[in-house]
């Protein structure tokens, strides 16, 4: 098949933020694209979306196999589920399913970098053990590492406090340098990362345009709104209570070991080189700034959501 053929993708969590972002993108290019979902009636927030749910259980071997029938190519997110157990159960379900229908490329989206060395976080050691479970299967695989994304500050926790306050307010150290990356650019890449010979078998740490740290970060808001904007470090035990309340005390954990794992001076994971990234995958990066501007920030003007 050659690269300027549509092709014929599964998405999985393609009603989630990440996922939906590369669903659209790939519709946009022409490929026939199904959504992976477990509930096919959930609004997906696209407008008359160009691609078409297939209701599917990732713990069910049947259900992958139903939905993998006729793809060609697949692009993996997991949803936000940190035992290891049932992490190694999806993957393995669908590294099988991939196989029997002679899928030729899987691209797996990792959601974190990865230490170089082992951790006690499930946020981390259960991404590792699905990137390996892909990595070792006869399907064709790229692991995508990208880092924290910008479209988390779009949102009814930060965006008011950034609009009304000029807080930007994150679970990070004022001196972590952070290579943001929107979900628009992490679809840009997983799209890449599936017509790129050259990365297959590899896992690559990616991330966006700019490298920044957090005051450097609020910088780059200032200039876009047009007002002054404090960069205010978050405790990471508040965030995780927080995030507690909408997830659930295991997934919170898991996403929050994380920010944990940097708070404790892991200063350069998650700043992933832009160029090597450009290079690599062929692709532009959006500028945090321009990112900034394109955005909508006037919805959480007074608080509103």
């Given at each position: 098949?050659s690269e300027d053929?549509?092709?014929?993708?599964?998405v999985?969590?393609a009603?989630g933020?990440?996922?939906?972002?590369v669903?659209?993108l790939?519709a946009?290019?022409?490929?026939?694209?199904?959504?992976?979902?477990?509930?096919?009636?959930r609004p997906?927030?696209?407008?008359?979306?160009a691609?078409?749910p297939?209701?599917g259980?990732?713990g069910s071997?049947?259900d992958l196999?139903?939905?993998f029938?006729?793809v060609?190519?697949?692009?993996v997110?997991?949803?936000?589920v940190?035992?290891?157990?049932?992490?190694?159960?999806?993957?393995r379900n669908?590294?099988e399913?991939?196989?029997?229908?002679g899928?030729?490329r899987?691209?797996?989206?990792v959601n974190?970098p990865l230490?170089?060395?082992?951790?006690?976080?499930a946020g981390f050691?259960?991404?590792?053990l699905?990137?390996q479970?892909?990595?070792d299967?006869?399907?064709?695989?790229v692991s995508?590492?990208p880092?924290?994304?910008l479209?988390?500050?779009f949102?009814?926790w930060?965006?008011?406090a950034?609009?009304?306050?000029?807080?930007l307010?994150y679970?990070l150290p004022a001196g972590q340098?952070?290579?943001w990356?929107?979900h628009?650019?992490l679809?840009q890449?997983?799209?890449?990362?599936a017509?790129?010979?050259?990365?297959?078998?590899?896992?690559?740490?990616?991330g966006?345009?700019?490298?920044l740290?957090?005051?450097e970060?609020?910088?780059?808001?200032?200039?876009?709104l047009?007002?002054?904007v404090?960069?205010?470090p978050?405790g990471?035990?508040?965030?995780?209570?927080?995030?507690g309340?909408l997830?659930?005390a295991?997934?919170?954990?898991?996403v929050a070991?994380?920010?944990?794992?940097?708070?404790?001076?892991d200063?350069?994971?998650?700043a992933?080189?832009?160029?090597t990234?450009?290079?690599l995958f062929?692709v532009?990066l959006t500028s945090?700034?321009?990112?900034?501007?394109t955005?909508?920030w006037d919805?959480?003007s007074?608080?509103?959501a």
């Amino acid at each position: 098949m050659s690269e300027d053929q549509p092709k014929r993708y599964l998405v999985t969590g393609a009603n989630g933020f990440q996922g939906g972002a590369v669903a659209r993108l790939l519709a946009a290019r022409g490929h026939e694209v199904r959504g992976l979902v477990r509930d096919a009636d959930r609004p997906a927030g696209d407008e008359g979306r160009a691609w078409t749910p297939v209701r599917g259980d990732l713990g069910s071997a049947e259900d992958l196999r139903h939905a993998f029938e006729g793809v060609t190519h697949t692009v993996v997110t997991l949803p936000l589920v940190y035992e290891a157990d049932t992490v190694l159960a999806y993957a393995r379900n669908i590294a099988e399913a991939a196989r029997e229908a002679g899928v030729s490329r899987l691209v797996y989206n990792v959601n974190t970098p990865l230490p170089v060395e082992r951790t006690e976080r499930a946020g981390f050691e259960t991404r590792r053990l699905a990137e390996q479970v892909f990595l070792d299967s006869a399907v064709p695989t790229v692991s995508v590492r990208p880092p924290v994304y910008l479209d988390n500050l779009f949102s009814p926790w930060n965006g008011p406090a950034l609009v009304n306050d000029g807080v930007l307010a994150y679970p990070l150290p004022a001196g972590q340098r952070v290579a943001w990356m929107s979900h628009t650019d992490l679809a840009q890449v997983l799209a890449a990362a599936a017509e790129t010979e050259e990365l297959v078998g590899r896992a690559v740490d990616v991330g966006g345009a700019d490298v920044l740290t957090g005051p450097e970060l609020a910088a780059v808001f200032a200039d876009a709104l047009g007002r002054e904007v404090r960069f205010l470090p978050l405790g990471v035990e508040d965030f995780e209570a927080g995030l507690g309340q909408l997830l659930g005390a295991e997934s919170a954990a898991g996403v929050a070991g994380i920010y944990h794992h940097v708070a404790a001076g892991d200063q350069e994971l998650l700043a992933a080189e832009p160029a090597t990234t450009e290079r690599l995958f062929g692709v532009q990066l959006t500028s945090t700034v321009e990112w900034v501007k394109t955005r909508n920030w006037d919805i959480w003007s007074g608080g509103g959501a």
